[in-house]
C-alpha cells in the first residue's frame, strides 16, 4: 500500500496563495489516480480535487473550481494542490488520498481511495 505524506501547510491571509505537496512511496505511483480532500472543524470530510493516473483528467469541488489546481509528477511521485484566491471558509486540514486505479471518472473514483495522508493544518484569516 502507498503511503503519502503532505506538506505546505500554513497560515495565508484571504486572496493569497498556497501550494501543498503530497509525497508518495512504497508503491507504482503512476498506477493510482490521486485526490485532495479536507476537513474543517465540526463538519464532515469533503472532496476537493482529483486527478487521473496519467494526469489526463482532472476534477474539482464546486467551492474550488477556477481557484485551485491539481497536478502530478509522475517521476517524482509527488501530487500538489495550488490554491489561489484563498478565502476563510477554506480552512482545514487537508489530505491527500490515493486510488489504485485505471478508471477515468469522477464517478468511478472516488469510491476507491483508499490509502490517506495525515494531513496538514491549512488555515486563512488576517
Known amino acids: 500500500q502507498v503511503q503519502l505524506v503532505e506538506s505546505g501547510g500554513g497560515l495565508v491571509q484571504p486572496g493569497g496563495s498556497l501550494r501543498l505537496s503530497c509525497a508518495a512511496s512504497g508503491g507504482i505511483f503512476s498506477t493510482y489516480a490521486m485526490g485532495w480532500f479536507r476537513q474543517a472543524p465540526g463538519k464532515e470530510r469533503e472532496f476537493v480535487a482529483a486527478?487521473?493516473?496519467?494526469?489526463?483528467?482532472?476534477y474539482y469541488a464546486d467551492s474550488v473550481k477556477g481557484r485551485f489546481t491539481i497536478s502530478r509528477d509522475n517521476p517524482k511521485t509527488t501530487v500538489y494542490l495550488q490554491m489561489n484566491t484563498m478565502k476563510p471558509d477554506d480552512t482545514a486540514v487537508y489530505s491527500c488520498?490515493?486510488?489504485?486505479?485505471?478508471?477515468?471518472?469522477?464517478?468511478?473514483?472516488?469510491?476507491?481511495?483508499?490509502?490517506w495522508g495525515q494531513g496538514t493544518q491549512v488555515t486563512v484569516s488576517s
Open positions: 486527478i487521473t493516473w496519467s494526469g489526463a483528467a482532472t
Open positions: 488520498a490515493a486510488a489504485r486505479t485505471y478508471y477515468t471518472t469522477l464517478q468511478q473514483i472516488l469510491p476507491r481511495f483508499d490509502s
